[in-house]
Every structure is written in C-alpha cells, then in structure tokens.
C-alpha cells in the first residue's frame, strides 16, 4: 500500500478549507436594520403621486382617508404591493403577509437584502415605531 506524504495530506486540507471559508463568505447575507415606513407600492413608485406619497389618493378615492386605509387599498385592490419606504429608498418585501398589519406605519426592519438588482428585501423581524 502507498502512502501519503504528510505534505500532500497538509496541502489537501489547507484547500479543502479554503474552499470551505470561500463558499461560506460568498453565501453569507449581511443583516440590515432599517427605519421607514410600509407603504404601498402604487404611491411609492409614482403610479398615482409624484411626490411618493398618498396626498394624491386621499384627496380623489373614496375610502383612502390616511396612509394605512391608503396603503391597503392599494395593495388588496389596486395590484399594489407592500413596501418599505426608507427615505428615497424603496424596498420590494419578499413577505406580503407580514407587513400587511404594519400598513401605512412606520417600522423597524431587520432583514437580508436577497435581491440587489431589484432591491429585494426579506424581514426576519418588524415592529412599529412611534
């Protein structure tokens, strides 16, 4: 039987290792915590407001008195969906279940960005802030 030199045994694991670290470094999703609010996303991107707000909706349709009543009508009649709205920033959320209690608040998000391209973000927690 051949044996195998303790060099090639050190070279072996030192790149088995590496490859270990590097497929780990590249999985891994930075957390972010963000400060905004869960708007829709008709008056966030502009389909009914230039101004990214709900000014627009609760001055013409009926039933949008403020922004949570504006941000659900959109979402559940309009073809809206939830986003977070952080300052210039608009946020898709892969979760549309979750936020739909959180409707026009503002919030604190932690999440992983999942999709850069399309700003794609996914909540691991949400809660309201005053």
């Not at 090639?8 to 972010?32: D, G, N, R």
């Not at 977070?84 to 979760?95: E, I, N, Q, S, T």
């Not at 279940?97 to 503002?106: L, V």
């Amino acid at each position: 039987m051949r044996k195998i030199s303790n060099y090639k045994v050190t070279a072996i694991a030192a790149v088995a290792v590496m490859m270990l670290l590097a497929s780990y470094s590249f999985s891994k999703e930075t957390a972010l915590t963000l400060h905004g609010a869960i708007s829709d996303s008709q008056c966030a991107f502009n389909v009914h407001s230039d101004a990214r707000s709900h000014d627009w909706m609760k001055k013409k349709v009926e039933g949008a008195r403020d922004d949570k009543s504006c941000t659900l009508m959109c979402a559940r009649e309009l073809g809206g969906r939830y986003v977070l709205v952080v300052k210039d920033a608009v946020y898709r959320l892969d979760d549309q279940i979750g936020p739909e209690k959180f409707a026009g608040d503002k919030v604190k998000d932690t999440g992983t960005l999942t999709d850069a391209k399309t700003n794609t973000l996914h909540i691991n927690s949400i809660e309201k802030e005053e």
